[in-house]
């Protein structure tokens, strides 16, 4: 069997409804995995095309919403293999203005949200001894100016996948993370139109250019992939090379 393939295996990805997630979403369709895709958004750009695959709405901020989608998907599709939690918002701004609302919001849809979708989706991914990737960021690693939300979420989303890792190594089940750098996404739009921003942006890549969501998507699927089978609690960062110095 060709270890970069998921056939009849079935990849749950929160925020599908538009840019990474989107990507993520097709990527593994692709290569043969029946998907669910979850978004709280109404409105999708793109999903994979066919009737195997199903579009679901999830709100990560409720565990309620988070067990619903679980059962959802066991109940269309019988099975569970492959979690990406990719669903997430920023807030800018300095952190000594910054609400404590925005800033607590963040922290519970990219960090208490990843963990709650991970957490009703344990069963399953221990009956199908299952692989879990986890989005992170660059900023989850590096301090960045006017994002102490956002990054703090993405260091915690990091930690979280070690921890997951090692308790749930004995059941056979994965969970790794990707650390994208800046992508050109709607969730970027605001930076990327400021070009003296986005000249420094890119002026710290070594690579010298943005993260496209394809780039993330590759990184996920290899991590989900039998191709990794002996990875576990490690993140890949698809930054062109943001975290060497």
């Known amino acids: 069997m060709n270890p970069n393939r998921f056939d009849g295996r079935v ?24 998907v669910a895709g979850a978004d709280i958004a109404d409105d999708w750009t793109h999903e994979p ?15 309620g919403s988070c067990q619903d989608l679980v059962a959802e998907v066991l109940d269309r599709h019988g099975r569970l293999d ?16 910054m609400s404590e609302r925005d800033f607590t919001t963040v922290l519970d849809v990219n960090l208490t949200g990843t963990f709650r979708m991970c957490q009703a989706a344990y ?22 100016l006017d994002t102490v939300g956002y990054c703090v979420s993405k260091a915690g989303v990091l930690h979280l996948t070690r921890v997951l890792a090692l308790e749930w190594a004995a059941d056979q089940v994965r969970v790794n993370a ?15 139109g400021d070009a003296a921003y986005l000249a420094d942006k890119l002026a710290t890549i ?37 975290t060497i110095h």
């Open 178 to 192: 990707v650390g994208p750098t800046i992508v050109p996404t709607d969730m970027t739009t605001d930076v990327r």
């Open 11 to 34: 990849a749950l990805v929160t925020g599908a409804a538009r840019g990474i997630g989107a990507r993520i979403a097709a990527t593994l369709a692709e290569r043969g995995a029946t």
């Open 123 to 144: 069963p399953a991914l221990r009956a199908a001894r299952g692989a879990v990737v986890n989005l992170g960021s660059t900023n989850g690693h590096i301090a960045v």
């Open 82 to 97: 492959l979690l990406v939690n990719n669903a997430g918002i920023v807030r800018r701004g300095p952190a000594a203005t």
């Open 206 to 242: 070594p690579l010298g250019r943005m993260a496209e969501p394809t780039d993330v998507a590759n990184a996920v699927a290899y991590l989900l992939s039998d191709a990794a089978a002996m990875v576990t609690g490690q993140t890949i960062f698809v930054d062109g090379g943001v």
């Open 49 to 63: 095309a066919g009737a195997a695959h199903s579009r679901h709405r999830v709100d990560v901020r409720s565990a």
